[in-house]
């Protein structure tokens, strides 16, 4: 005969206020096979979680069932508790009647009953639960960060300095990111190149780091603890061994008039070039595209003039296999671009706004390199059209961010504070000129961050106008901004010398695609979506995967470099020991029953599912059966429901399991 321990928790008042805890406890101590039943106010509690050992061991239980909140919120907690009292922790279970109860129901007697059921089922449940035992995998102590923007860089140098290795991977051709394209940084206006600069050096330098630029991440396959990542280094056509980084090719290219996308196209380099003085590796690229060798065969300058014979026009792509045990996703973001809808994109273009067509309305990373000392005016304010000073300059914030009706409902959290910044490097630069900004409303949730918007409008004289909008226009050579001013209830209308638009920040292109390959879940803005916003922010519901920085939403660069060591944090204490315990939910193949349609293995998010060949003693085929290793099995379940033959069941949820479940409803 069972004995089962029932646990209901009040949670303060989130259940209790629609739920008659006591009932339920009362109704419960009358259901077979349940020797104790007791409610509290905080189960989660030390007090809470004592009271249930206690009962354990007078009570001699042989399960338990804690009637509370959701169980990925505490269900590893309670599970701790059973198997501090002696108990197998997978004897304990949860019974949700908070989330599926109280905080869908007003009606307290309605309530009451339904969490009653919801008890009692899984009462029921814990009467057919196995003594299940953890799994042990092994685990490669070696991490793998993509994104070499300040995130992946933060989160790689955690990581090395623990004396752990890691491959570091960046699809451009250096590291950097857009930290790398700034001037300055908010609040505290120092020098972006001067905080990012030795990073990247020391990421360089790094015994423990192994940089792959111009990189892409081919697969993923493998599981916590035991990745295997297949990467693809793109070919540069040139030789990084050999390579001095003196810069002589790209000097003598006689090709030099392609526009820059790292100073948002208002410079020009070569055909063979490294995106900006301070790159890490100084080894230039070719830009096969534009280069006049790959498009016609002549022309070959740079091989001539190369001393070390680094310029290789035969190189090719290399795909190259690195083992891992967790992995961090620093990704970053872009910037969106308000022009014509892009296809197939669901997002609407702002075409009124004139990007791409009025020459001098840019976004806001375009005034940043206007604005560097690297830049491509050297840190002076000029206009791309004529490159005059620009006199009155317009900035326009929420251009894109929180706008359901095109696409864009999110804030780009940044865009405020960056917007103020601005102003402030615009008039420590053009002191006679004026900045105007347009804004729906100020946010600056950050340390110092009110008394830096502050500043820009009473110390810098920027003028703050809280309105829309509505239109811009090409008129002579200035640009004609019509808006409105919601407090004084008037049309505004001002001629602009230049005018920058806060664009909204989204996920990086491609960012679904390498979702799909890493097996993680992602929302319908292409941003990575964390285990639990609260419990787990840097955690993916994928094992092993870690979040860092813009790619999981929009992000400031304290709160990027505070994510970025928090998932260091967490793959040091993966890599702290030599072997990871998981939780045995997984999915087993019953072989005499299996019939090899391997149904299972189609479905398999995870990849879990193998083939395997039953032989004779002799070493003779018998047949083949579908085989799921433990190690890969993620416990979803979708193998069993596929089943046709039956004979799949999920430890933790075997179909005797689930009919008591029913049963007992």
């Known amino acids: 005969m069972s004995r089962i321990g029932v646990f209901v928790c009040h949670c303060g008042e989130n259940i209790s206020r629609t739920v008659d805890v006591e009932r339920v406890a009362g109704e419960l101590a009358k259901v077979p096979g349940v020797a104790f039943a007791t409610d509290y106010k905080y189960m989660c509690s030390d007090p809470g979680q004592g009271l249930l050992k206690k009962a354990v061991a007078e009570h001699r239980l042989d399960g338990v069932v804690v009637a509370a909140c959701s169980p990925r919120m505490h269900e590893k907690t309670f599970r701790t508790a059973a198997k501090a009292a002696g108990l197998n922790p997978f004897l304990c279970e949860m019974a949700n009647i908070r989330e599926h109860c109280s905080w869908v129901h007003e009606d307290r007697d309605e309530a009451t009953a339904k969490a009653i059921s919801i008890v009692e089922m899984m009462v029921a449940r814990v009467k057919k639960d196995r003594r299940l035992v953890p799994i042990t995998v092994p685990v490669t102590k070696r991490a793998l960060v993509i994104g070499g923007g300040i995130a992946g860089i933060q989160a790689a140098l955690d990581i090395a300095d623990a004396d752990h290795k890691v491959v570091l991977v960046e699809r451009e051709p250096s590291i950097g990111g857009h930290m790398a394209q700034l001037s300055e940084t908010f609040p505290t ?97 070719i830009d096969r595209e534009n280069c006049t060798y790959f498009k016609s065969g002549k022309c070959g300058v740079c091989a001539k003039v190369c001393g070390p014979r680094a310029v290789d026009y035969e190189q090719q792509d290399q795909l190259i296999v690195e083992p891992a045990g967790a992995i961090v996703v620093a990704t970053g973001f872009s910037l969106y671009d308000i022009g014509p809808k892009p296809a197939g994109s669901p997002i609407e ?174 929302d319908n803005y292409n941003f990575y979506s964390e285990a639990h916003a609260k419990l787990k922010p840097v955690e993916c519901a994928t094992a092993g995967v870690y979040l860092a920085g813009a790619c999981q939403g929009p992000k400031d660069i304290p709160d990027t470099v505070s994510q970025a060591s928090a998932a260091a944090a967490k793959v040091m204490t993966l890599f702290a020991r030599d072997e990871l315990e998981r939780e045995p939910i997984v999915a087993k193949v019953d072989e005499r029953r299996c019939v090899a349609c391997l149904y299972c293995k189609k479905v398999c998010p995870y990849g879990a599912v193998e083939e395997k060949e039953i032989r004779d003693r002799q070493g003779n085929l018998i047949r083949v059966v579908a085989y799921v290793n433990p190690g890969v099995c993620g416990g979803c379940g979708t193998c069993q429901a596929t089943c046709p033959s039956k004979s799949v069941e999920l430890d933790g949820y075997t179909d005797e399991q689930i009919m008591a479940m029913i049963e007992a409803l």
């Open 189 to 285: 206006l120092d020098c972006s190149q001067c905080i990012m600069t030795p990073k990247m050096v020391d990421v360089a330098n790094h015994p423990n780091i192994t940089l792959h630029t111009y990189s892409e991440i081919e697969s993923v396959d493998g599981y916590i603890g035991n990745f295997q990542v297949t990467i693809r280094k793109k070919a540069r056509s040139v030789d990084e061994s050999t390579c001095t980084g003196c810069g002589v090719c790209m000097a003598k290219c006689p090709q030099k008039k392609i526009p820059n996308s790292f100073d948002k196209n208002l410079g020009m380099r070569p055909a063979i070039y490294a995106p900006f003085p301070q790159a890490v590796p100084n080894t230039p690229v």
């Open 349 to 522: 273009g702002y075409g009124e706004f004139g990007y791409g067509t009025i020459p001098d309305v840019i976004d806001g990373l375009t005034f940043e390199r206007l604005a560097s000392a690297s830049g491509p005016t050297g840190g002076k304010i000029v206009r791309p059209s004529d490159g005059k000073e620009p006199k009155q300059v317009v900035f326009v914030q929420c251009v894109g961010s929180r706008a359901r009706e095109k696409g864009i409902s999110y804030c780009s959290k940044i865009c405020c504070m960056y917007t103020a910044k601005h102003t402030m490097l615009y008039k420590h630069k053009v002191h006679d000129g004026q900045a105007y900004v347009f804004f729906m409303d100020a946010r600056t949730p950050g340390k110092n961050y009110d008394e830096f918007w502050r500043r820009a409008i009473e110390e810098e004289e920027a003028v703050y106008i809280r309105g829309m909008v509505s239109r811009l226009y090409q008129k002579g050579d200035k640009v004609v901004v019509m808006g409105s001013d919601v407090h004084v209830g008037v049309q505004v209308e001002i001629e602009a010398d230049l005018v920058v638009l806060a664009t909204a920040v989204q996920a990086r292109e491609g960012a679904d695609s390498l979702a799909q390959k890493l097996g993680i879940s992602y």
